[in-house]
């Protein structure tokens, strides 16, 4: 399939998520595989939360909450992905992470945004450090080869803080609810558990 020709799956994921962290190495090797282009769409998953009926974690019944970390050990070994359940930095604001994200897509294209997207989460989830702090979300990008401080001046601007609510407001209209979402032929698949079926959905021709 020519680059004219390949599909396009929008990714809507928010950062703090575990299961967006999980999934995020293997979207890129399947995007790389079918040849598809991977829409990058930071989101604010509080704000799709307040209209869908999602809670955050800690208003979760015990039960839930309990299931969820028996789960993200189960996935993390699977796919053999470094993961703290339960990291120092957490539950953490996203929204300058996505931010800073949004800027390197804008500064220096999708596939750093991804590199930077990785970095990030790994950070957080394996690495136990603080994205919502920006002095280290300068740092994270500085040791992924960018230019933290520029990056983060670009992430504080109207034009950056509008694509985050263009994104959210898209998520919205798309009912997505939760973090990782993609859309593949207008089609929505929650989890990273259902990369299985985007893979097929990007291989049909």
């Known amino acids: ?16 998520s575990p299961w967006t962290y999980l999934g995020h190495a293997r979207l890129m090797a399947i995007a790389a595989k079918t040849g598809a282009q991977i829409d990058v769409r930071p989101f604010d998953l509080g704000k799709v939360f307040s209209v869908s009926g999602g809670l955050p974690l800690a208003k979760r019944a015990p039960q839930r909450q ?13 796919l053999q992905v470094p993961l703290t359940l339960q ?4 539950p953490v604001s996203p929204e300058a992470s996505a931010k ?11 596939e750093a945004s991804l590199n930077l997207a990785h970095a990030i989460m790994r950070g957080l989830w ?8 920006e002095e ?17 001046k670009t992430s504080e601007t109207a034009s950056v803080q509008a694509e985050y609510d263009a994104n ?3 998520a919205t209209a798309a009912s997505v609810f939760g973090s990782p979402w993609y859309i593949v032929d ?4 929650w989890g990273q558990d259902r990369l299985d079926f985007v893979e097929r959905a990007l291989s049909v021709k």
């Open 100 to 110: 800073l994200i949004i800027a390197t897509r804008l500064a220096h294209g999708v």
């Open 136 to 152: 280290t979300l300068v740092q994270i990008a500085v040791d992924a080869g960018f230019d933290g401080r520029q990056l983060l």
């Open 1 to 16: 399939m020519s680059a004219t020709q390949s599909k396009v799956v929008q990714y809507f994921f928010a950062p703090h």
């Open 168 to 170: 959210t407001e898209a």
């Open 87 to 90: 990291p120092k930095f957490f």
């Open 186 to 189: 207008g089609e929505g698949y």
């Open 126 to 133: 394996a690495e136990e450090r603080n994205i919502g702090d």
């Open 66 to 78: 309990a299931y969820r970390l028996a789960e993200l050990a189960r996935w993390s070994a699977f």
